[in-house]
């Protein structure tokens, strides 16, 4: 029998975590590929989580911050440092000055950090599968793009490049403060969710009411995502057996609680309650590496690590929720995206192990 999975999910995504040390040009390595995303969070104290991607380009002025609705750049300040370059095994964080010894977001001596990082295509080709050319960076094997494009103020259709249909797109305005708008296929094509809010889904045109195709996004003429002459980036996801899975589920308020059927014993989950304002929640292996696993982040807030409620156990096979937080496991719809660790059965047919 033939299985058509990713075998090695580590080739692809991974996270990395270190203690910081004030060091000037540090060298974070173990990610295991040259990532084209990078997603940064300090966990003992708060401060804003700030990405960046091969397409903007590493430094101080690419930062974003999913915590808040910023414009590109705006979060940086010289005495945070920022990350600089990206390396083919992790990434290179400078110190902004020695001065202040602030070095909150990436590397003040003693500080925790957790990176997620993503393998999308590498530098950035351009894209003319919708009505305006985009800048895309895919990775197709693992159903992951990076899309760069300037909108025009009216109805559009944008090339992502996956060459499979996203079941989840995150889209934010590089030039103006605007929240970061996220399509995802438990929510339908009329509704969005924003990452820096803890808001339930609310009705918008963000996406023209179209459902996304292989080939291309839609666009309404909402400022959040089509400012003429405003640039945006969009971060896209296609489910892939063995890799990904993108969806919902009921929580049921029990300890005893639901169980997420995944394929995969999985490395990484984000996760938002579709019916209220708790916050989106970020789980994964290297933060919590065994089972009973308690500590989550908070992409719409800066706050530091909680770990004050057991969430869930990861098997070979999907997630087992342990907790009856609200925020998770509470008797309501979920709309989640994962990604493995290992394949629950490879290519050769060779189940995984659990935890």
Known sequence: ??????????????TVTWTGNDNESRDITGVGFQPDWVWGKRRDDAAGHNLLDVVRGAGENGELASSTDGAEGSNAQDRFGFLSTFLSDGFRVEDGSEASGDKAYWNQNSATYVAWNWKAGGTASSNTDGSITSSVSANQTAGSSIVSYTGTGSALTCGHGLG??????????????????????ANGNAKTSQLNLGNAPSATSSWNSTTPTSSVFSLGAVSAVNTSSNDYIAYCFAEKQGYS???KYAGNANANGAFV??????????????????????????????NL??????PSNSNAENTSADICDFVSNGIKFRGTNDGFNG????????????SF??????PNNAR
């Open 164 to 185: 499979a249909v996203p079941q989840w797109i995150i889209v934010k305005d590089r030039d103006a403060a605007a929240n970061w708008n996220t399509y995802h296929i």
């Open 245 to 247: 899975k993108i969806g």
């Open 293 to 298: 696993m308690n500590a989550r982040l908070f």
């Open 345 to 350: 059965v490879n290519s050769k047919g060779t």
């Open 261 to 290: 059927y995944t394929g995969f014993k999985p490395a990484f989950i984000i996760i938002k309650d579709i019916s209220s304002t708790d916050p989106w929640h970020m789980i994964d292996n290297k933060r919590s590496p065994i």
């Open 1 to 14: 029998m033939a299985y058509t999975t990713i075998d090695d999910s580590g080739l692809y995504f991974n």
């Open 331 to 342: 008797s309501r719809n979920y709309l989640f995206y994962a990604v493995a660790e290992s």
